[in-house]
């Protein structure tokens, strides 16, 4: 298989063994700028995925990289939970000039945590999913890059880990900002109960998930980074007069970090 080209926002497309053809495309409201959700690009969608002809692993990359601008940390080497936040993590070492190092290794085994019906279930899923890469990093400091924090049980057991395996210190920082409204358009994020954003626990996050200190990336931030190549991109067109019609307005819902949704809800 081979890249063809993205399906565009409305679009109604026939694939057929001969050609691809455009039924029709569904028009956008005069002047409403598109709403691409942004957390495909921090978590849901597959690294090599194209996107707004963007590569997801680069945004991710230079989400790290715009962390590591937010949020530096006086440690010894940069790693993660593996594997969705590798990209951001090797972007954010690469900034601090500090080693990207591996600290834990995935059992392929077991199935994702973020799903499971339970707290206690998601637990010991964690606690069976990575074992300790404890030799890399014995007696330093460490920064671990995770893509997104969004009930706080996942992190804690795995600080608990790291700490109880020789870590002497644990930053946590986030590639994406906190998550703080449920998604109406068909992703299924928790109740706004049980994100820990909305608890009273986020208030002093570290101390409630066992870490030397937590910093998310900002809403600013994560724009930016995913934007960053589109507007460049959008600019270059322009100034080569070419498909100028089709450079329109550059629009993400980040409806579940900032609670404004891209359409009015009705219920």
């Avoid at 945004?59 to 601008?69: D, E, K, M, S, T």
């Avoid at 995913?226 to 070419?242: F, M, P, W």
Wanted: hydrophobic share 35%; net charge positive; with cysteine.
């Amino acid at each position: 298989s081979r890249y063809y080209r993205e399906v565009l926002p409305g679009e109604i497309v026939k694939i057929s063994r001969y050609d691809v053809q455009t039924l029709d495309v569904v028009p956008r409201p005069e002047g409403d700028p598109s709403a691409f959700c942004i957390f495909e690009y921090v978590y849901f969608a597959r690294p090599d995925s194209i996107f707004e002809g963007q590569m997801v692993y680069s945004v991710r990359r230079r989400c790290g990289q715009q962390l590591a601008i937010e949020a530096p940390v006086e440690a010894d080497l940069v790693s993660t939970v593996p594997e969705s936040a590798t990209p951001a993590a090797l972007g954010y070492a690469q900034k601090c000039g500090l080693p990207y190092v591996e600290v834990l290794c995935k059992n392929r085994y077991v199935g994702r945590t973020f799903i499971q019906p339970n707290m206690r279930l998601r637990q010991l899923g964690v606690a069976k999913k990575f074992g300790v890469l404890s030799d890399n990093f014995k007696g330093k400091r460490v920064v671990i890059i995770d893509d997104s924090i969004v009930r706080g049980n996942t992190i804690s057991p795995i600080i608990k880990l790291l700490r109880e395996s020789g870590a002497k210190e644990v930053h946590i920082r986030v590639a994406s900002p906190p998550i703080r409204f449920p998604c109406y358009m068909g992703i299924n994020i928790p109740t706004k109960e049980e994100l820990i954003a909305n608890r009273p626990e986020f208030h002093d996050l570290a101390n409630y998930i066992g870490a030397d200190s937590v910093v998310y990336l900002s809403v600013e931030g994560l724009v930016s980074s995913v934007q960053e190549s589109i507007k460049a991109r959008q600019e270059n067109e322009n100034s080569l007069k070419t498909q100028k019609s089709r450079v329109g307005k550059i629009g993400h819902c980040i409806a579940c970090l900032t609670g404004e949704y891209p359409v009015e809800l009705e219920w």
